[in-house]
T-cell receptor, first 114, second 115 residues
Framework: AQSVTQLGSHVSVSEGALVLLRCNYS??????LFWYVQYPNQGLQLLLK??????LVKGINGFEAEFKKSETSFHLTKPSAHMSDAAEYFC????????????FGAGTILRVKS | ETGVTQSPTHLIKTRGQQVTLRCSSQ?????VSWYQQALGQGPQFIFQ???????GRGNFPPRFSGLQFPNYSSELNVNALELDDSALYLC??????????????FGQGTRLTVV
């Protein structure tokens, strides 16, 4: 079975500071990894995905993530936080036997301070 | 191109009742997945439909059932509602490939409250 662990249920940064949200995965097969963002009372929006091409993946809104197989990690970063980045972020991995089934982490709430 | 739409947006039901949630998939998508997101948790996979047939199921009891229609829209039915069924129910549709890594597009969700 595949699983995702997001370290830190809450992360707080100052506006303009580096954003780092951590994600570690467990998988017996090469994973496909995703980061989604969820704003209050809304659904999930895809930020970026890793599908075995480049290990450094660039997404929307200035976010990027690096796949590190040796560390089984897929951490999400953004060089400079903006107030509009405040939201909950979910890391997810596909589970092979069910095709597009996504296994999500518990989420990290990002707070941006002015 | 229309996105994924879910109805209703909010719903309050009494314990023991039955509920039906609806989802219209994005144009061109024939795969629909349903997820339950309890407060403070990540979404949990309920089941997936591909071309009107169930294509995988998560760890949910049989009182959670679904349908997919020829136009690829879908319903989630929950019988004998329990208080723990209170959650945000998310529908996601994806492109017509069965390979891994396909992007899923999510609707806004239906907030179900069971009292």
């Amino acid at each position: 079975a595949q699983s995702v662990t997001q370290l830190g249920s809450h992360v707080s940064v100052s506006e303009g500071a580096l954003v780092l949200l951590r994600c570690n995965y467990s998988s017996s097969v090469p994973p496909y990894l995703f980061w989604y963002v969820q704003y209050p009372n809304q659904g999930l929006q895809l930020l970026l995905k890793y599908t075995s091409a480049a290990t450094l993946v660039k997404g929307i809104n200035g976010f990027e993530a690096e796949f590190k197989k040796s560390e089984t990690s897929f951490h999400l970063t953004k060089p400079s936080a903006h107030m509009s980045d405040a939201a909950e972020y979910f890391c997810a991995v596909t589970q092979r036997e069910y095709g597009n089934k996504l296994v999500f982490g518990a989420g990290t709430i990002l707070r941006v301070k002015s | 191109e229309t996105g994924v739409t879910q109805s209703p947006t909010h719903l309050i039901k009494t314990r023991g009742q039955q509920v039906t949630l609806r989802c219209s998939s994005q144009s061109g998508h024939n795969t629909v997945s349903w997820y339950q997101q309890a407060l403070g948790q990540g979404p949990q996979f309920i089941f997936q439909y591909y071309r009107e047939e169930e294509n995988g199921r998560g760890n949910f009891p049989p009182r959670f059932s679904g349908l997919q229609f020829p136009n690829y829209s879908s319903e989630l039915n929950v019988n004998a509602l329990e208080l723990d069924d209170s959650a945000l129910y998310l529908c996601a549709s994806s492109t017509p490939t069965r390979g891994r890594g396909t992007e899923a597009f999510f609707g806004q969700g239906t907030r179900l409250t069971v009292v």
